[in-house]
C-alpha cells in the first residue's frame, strides 16, 4: 500500500525546494525554496504527529543536489533453506543485511560490504533478484523516497558476528521467520527471494 498521500505531498514539495535550491541564483526564488522546504517539514510533522517540524527542516537542510530516490541494498544470503538475517540495534527487529549504497562503490560490491560488516559472513554476490519502489511494498511510511535493490548472495566464509549497527546474525527457515524490521524488509520480500534461490531461471523481479 503506498504511503498516505500527505507524506507524498511533502515529498515532493521537498525535492522540488532541494533542487530548487542547487540551481537558482535569484534571491527571491531562494526564499521562497526555503519556504517550500519549511512547508514540507510542517506538513510531515503534523502528518506524523511531531511536536515540531524544526528536526526534519534541519534534515532536509542536510540534503543537496537534484533530488532523486536513495538506494537500498539487501542481500539474501541462504544456508540450506535457511536465510540469513541480522538483528537491528535500533529497533530490535530482524533484516536482511544491507543498508544505503555509498557514492562511488558498485550496489554488488555495496551489498557485499554491508553483509559482512553487519553479519561477519562473506558473500559472492549471484544475482539481482528484484528492483523494487519502497512505496509499493508495504513498508512503513518514510521521509525518503527509496530505489530497493535485493540482491542473492553465496556464502564463502566467515563467522557470525555483532557490529555497530547489529546485535546478532543467524539463519532461519521462512516459515519461522523472526519479528521483522518492517522499515528495512517485508516476509513478502523475503518469501520472494526464497523464490529465486528454488527457481534460479527466474528473471529480476521490478517494478
Known amino acids: 500500500m503506498p504511503s498516505p498521500s500527505?507524506?507524498?505531498?511533502?515529498?515532493?514539495?521537498?525535492?522540488?525546494?532541494?533542487?530548487?535550491?542547487?540551481?537558482?541564483h535569484d534571491k527571491f526564488d531562494i526564499e521562497r525554496y526555503h519556504e517550500i522546504r519549511e512547508i514540507a517539514a510542517e506538513i510531515m510533522a503534523?502528518?506524523?504527529a511531531l511536536p515540531?517540524?524544526?528536526?526534519?527542516?534541519?534534515?532536509?537542510?542536510e540534503q543537496t543536489g537534484y533530488a532523486t530516490p536513495k538506494i537500498d541494498v539487501r542481500v539474501a544470503t541462504f544456508q540450506g533453506d535457511r536465510v540469513l538475517l541480522v538483528r537491528e540495534l535500533e529497533d530490535g527487529l530482524w533484516t536482511l543485511p544491507g543498508g544505503w549504497a555509498d557514492v562511488?562503490?558498485?550496489?554488488?560490491?555495496?551489498?557485499?560490504?554491508?553483509?559482512?560488516?553487519?553479519?561477519?559472513?562473506?558473500v559472492k554476490i549471484t544475482k539481482l533478484a528484484a528492483v523494487f519502489d519502497r512505496e509499493l511494498h508495504g513498508h512503513p511510511p518514510y521521509p525518503w523516497h527509496a530505489y530497493k535493490l535485493f540482491f542473492l548472495g553465496e556464502?564463502?566464509?566467515?563467522n557470525a558476528k555483532s557490529s555497530h549497527e547489529t546485535a546478532d546474525a543467524q539463519f532461519f527457515p521462512l516459515q519461522q521467520l523472526p519479528p521483522l524490521s518492517?522499515?528495512?524488509?517485508?516476509?513478502?520480500?523475503?518469501?520472494?527471494?526464497?523464490?529465486h534461490l528454488r527457481h534460479p531461471e527466474l528473471p529480476t523481479s521490478f517494478d
Not at 518492517?182 to 523464490?195: G, Y
Request: one cysteine or more.
Open 6 to 24: 500527505w507524506l507524498q505531498w511533502a515529498r515532493r514539495l521537498q525535492a522540488i525546494a532541494q533542487t530548487g535550491l542547487t540551481y537558482c
Open 46 to 48: 503534523d502528518g506524523a
Open 52 to 61: 515540531s517540524a524544526e528536526p526534519l527542516v534541519n534534515l532536509f537542510t
Open 104 to 122: 562511488g562503490e558498485p550496489p554488488s560490491i555495496a551489498a557485499a560490504r554491508e553483509v559482512l560488516e553487519e553479519s561477519g559472513y562473506e
Open 155 to 158: 556464502l564463502v566464509g566467515g
Open 182 to 195: 518492517l522499515l528495512r524488509v517485508t516476509p513478502t520480500q523475503i518469501a520472494h527471494l526464497f523464490e
